[in-house]
């Protein structure tokens, strides 16, 4: 076995014989799957356990899938950007958009991993979906401006479909699918632990993971609950804390690149330079209008007497530098009444770039758990195109030409104002560029000298460790990644 420092002996002590660090969309899979089949789990969380969905404890924000949730954040920031992670049982998965999309096949062929290919992962997300209790919304459903975007897009000869969850589809615009039940964002603590609780599975709330003091012959975990000092032994120990979180507790444990960690005076103990590289997202930007009178007057109307969504319809097309001929680019109107949107009079065309090149990392910025994390996502970095230019500034830049074309249509412009955001220059697509909260790769699955996990998940050189989260993806899927991340958690689960 592998140790560090000793720990205080004052510190109370907990074992299980398989410890998962983090309940969120692929930990809640991880952790209930295990239980199911009556292995030993404990499941540790950060942030709260409300408990099962009838509990009665959850905050109404966590479960209200009309807007995204902005309590219970972890608050990692970068520059101008706020990196939106949440702190609860379900994780990500309680405070999303509810959005249910897998990608492509041709994502995870790409990988390029046994196990991980199209073929291998169909049955996963099949159960995934069934779990998430996906559906997609019907056209009774739509709000004031989301029916007008399905006309206009109609009228535009788009072809109209709800196929975010076929590995197989293409180009197309219509009503999003959704792991929404009523209005209730169904997360994964729902799917997966609810079923389980009062089993063999036992979850702690409110604990802190500072690193792992040993590994080989089992492990050891250094943590705090309420402040308390807290030791918990595992025969196998599963990270699932996320893209930023996991890589920050093998950091921390002194498993990364050693200048990274001598930069935050960690003793090196594993060299695996891979460690919170290869950070990267879907970048985004928007088109705008202002919202004209009538249409405030039906949102707020529908706002008023039932459900409306932020987001209801997305659309998929290709660029004109796609490599591969299939899809690369999202475009989604995001509108709702003042009472429940943060865009204040506004109606955005989010545009995003579905195959980004640009990269970035996180790494520790010392060995304190409450330290805040360097982060530098890298957007439009990339000069991969042939003539050195941004491939995800042209992606991005063709991806604005179909969000106006749809601003601009009849149907939607007789109930718009004016374009409120100049977004005609590559430099106004570099000003404006946001996220669109898919954060993947910093524990990338691989054999080259950068990857930290083998195909199964395991920490190259740090044997009863294993990674189960989206930072095990060497590359991000053409898709919102909460589906993908939990399908990561089930086929993880199916290995230990």
């Not at 998430?132 to 004031?144: H, M, N």
């Not at 409450?370 to 042209?394: C, M, Q, W």
Request: proline letters at 6%; a negative charge; aromatic letters at 6%.
């Amino acid at each position: 076995m592998t140790s560090s420092t000793s720990h205080s002996s004052n510190a109370a002590a907990v074992a299980a014989d398989v410890v998962v660090i983090g309940a969120g969309s692929a930990g809640c899979a991880v952790a209930g799957r295990l239980a199911e089949q009556g292995r030993d789990v404990l499941l540790l969380e950060a942030g709260p356990d409300y408990g099962p969905v009838g509990s009665g404890r959850w905050p109404t924000e966590l479960l209200s899938a009309r807007m995204l949730a902005t309590s219970h954040d972890w608050g990692y920031t970068s520059g101008r950007w706020v990196f939106e992670r949440a702190r609860v049982m379900g994780g990500c998965s309680s405070h999303n958009g509810a959005i249910a999309a897998v990608g492509h096949r041709a994502d995870y062929d790409g990988w390029g991993l046994p196990g991980w290919s199209g073929a291998d992962i169909e049955p996963l997300f099949a159960d995934v979906i069934s779990r998430l209790r996906v559906r997609a919304y019907q056209p009774d459903e739509a709000g004031p401006f989301h029916a007008r975007c399905l006309t206009a897009a109609a009228e535009l000869g788009w072809p109209i479909a709800s196929d975010l969850c076929d590995l197989d589809a293409g180009p197309s615009f219509g009503l999003e699918t959704v792991n929404v039940v009523g209005d209730t964002r169904w997360n994964a603590g729902f799917a997966y632990l609810d079923p389980v609780r009062g089993g063999t599975l036992r979850i702690l709330d409110e604990v802190l993971v500072d690193r792992l003091l040993s590994w080989g012959d089992g492990a050891s975990v250094a943590a705090t609950r309420h402040g308390a000092p807290l030791i918990i032994e595992a025969g196998t120990v599963v990270l699932a804390g996320g893209v930023y979180g996991t890589p920050l507790v093998l950091e921390r444990s002194g498993i990364g690149d050693p200048a990274a960690l001598a930069a935050a005076g960690v003793a090196c103990r594993v060299a695996l330079p891979g460690v919170g590289t290869n950070l990267h997202d879907h970048s985004m930007v928007h088109a705008d209008r202002s919202v004209g009178p009538q249409l405030q007057r039906w949102l707020d109307d529908a706002a008023a007497t039932g459900f409306l969504p932020e987001e209801q319809t997305l659309g998929k097309f290709v660029s004109t530098v796609s490599p591969d001929g299939l899809y690369d680019i999202h475009i989604f109107p995001v509108c709702a009444s003042d009472q429940t949107s943060v865009l204040h009079g506004r109606v955005h065309v989010e545009v995003a770039c579905m195959t980004p090149r640009s990269r970035g990392a996180i790494h520790i910025s010392d060995a304190h758990p409450d330290a805040h994390p360097h982060i530098d996502h890298g957007y439009l970095n990339d000069t991969s195109n042939p003539d050195g230019t941004s491939h995800d500034v042209a992606v991005l830049r063709d991806g604005l030409v179909h969000a106006e074309r749809l601003l601009d249509h009849p149907h939607l412009a007789a109930v718009l104002g004016n374009r409120i955001t100049d977004m005609s220059t590559d430099q106004a697509i570099r000003d404006t560029v946001a996220h669109y909260y898919h954060p993947v790769g910093t524990c990338a699955m691989g054999t080259g000298p950068m990857a930290v996990c083998d195909a199964l998940g395991r920490v190259h050189g740090v044997p009863g460790v294993v990674v189960a989260d989206a930072s095990l993806m060497p590359q991000i899927p053409r898709g919102n990644t909460n589906l993908p991340s939990v399908m990561l958690g089930e086929r993880i689960a199916r290995t230990l």
